[in-house]
C-alpha cells in the first residue's frame, strides 16, 4: 500500500513538472536536456520509431507513464502527449482542475509567458492520454 501511494505521488510530481516547464517551442536537444534534468524517472525511449513523425518519447520503468514531445520540421517542439495507465486517472483529473482553467469537458487551458494553450484529456479503452498544445487563436 506504501508503495502504490509513493508511486501515485511521484505521477503527480512528474505532472506538476513537465507543466510547470513548458517544453513547447524548445528545440529537441533542449527537450532532452529538461527531461533528463528534471524527470530522471524518464528515460529515451527508441521502442518503436515512425519515420512519418518527428517526435521524442520517454518512459518510466514500470512503463505506466510515457512523454512524447512532437517536433515540427526545424526540430522545434509543437506538442506533448503524456500516456497514463488508468490507475493514475483520479490523482491526474484532479491535478489538472487544480492547475489549468477548466473550459469544456475534459478540456483547460492556460497562459505561459502570455501564450495560450489547450490542454485536452483523452480516455482511450486501455489508457488515457494528456495532450498539451498552443491554443489556435
Known amino acids: 500500500m506504501k508503495l502504490k501511494i509513493l508511486i501515485l ?9 513537465v507543466k510547470s516547464q513548458a517544453l513547447i517551442d524548445l528545440s529537441k536537444e533542449e527537450v532532452k536536456v529538461i527531461v533528463k534534468r ?3 524517472d524518464l528515460s529515451p525511449d527508441r521502442s518503436i520509431v515512425k519515420q512519418q ?3 521524442l518519447k520517454f518512459v518510466n520503468r514500470q512503463q505506466t507513464v510515457t512523454l512524447i ?5 526545424d526540430d522545434i517542439a509543437i506538442s506533448s502527449k503524456m500516456v497514463f495507465d488508468y490507475a493514475n486517472y483520479d ?3 484532479d491535478e489538472l482542475n ?7 469537458e475534459n478540456r ?10 489547450t490542454v485536452e484529456l483523452k ?3 486501455w489508457y488515457f492520454t494528456v495532450k498539451e498544445k498552443k491554443k489556435l487563436v
Open 9 to 17: 505521488s511521484v505521477l503527480a510530481m512528474l505532472v506538476i513538472q
Open 38 to 40: 528534471e524527470h530522471k
Open 53 to 55: 513523425f518527428n517526435y
Open 69 to 73: 514531445v512532437y517536433f515540427s520540421k
Open 91 to 93: 490523482l491526474i483529473l
Open 98 to 104: 487544480e492547475t489549468y482553467q477548466r473550459v469544456g
Open 108 to 117: 483547460w487551458e492556460y497562459i505561459n509567458k502570455n501564450i495560450p494553450y
Open 123 to 125: 480516455n482511450e479503452e
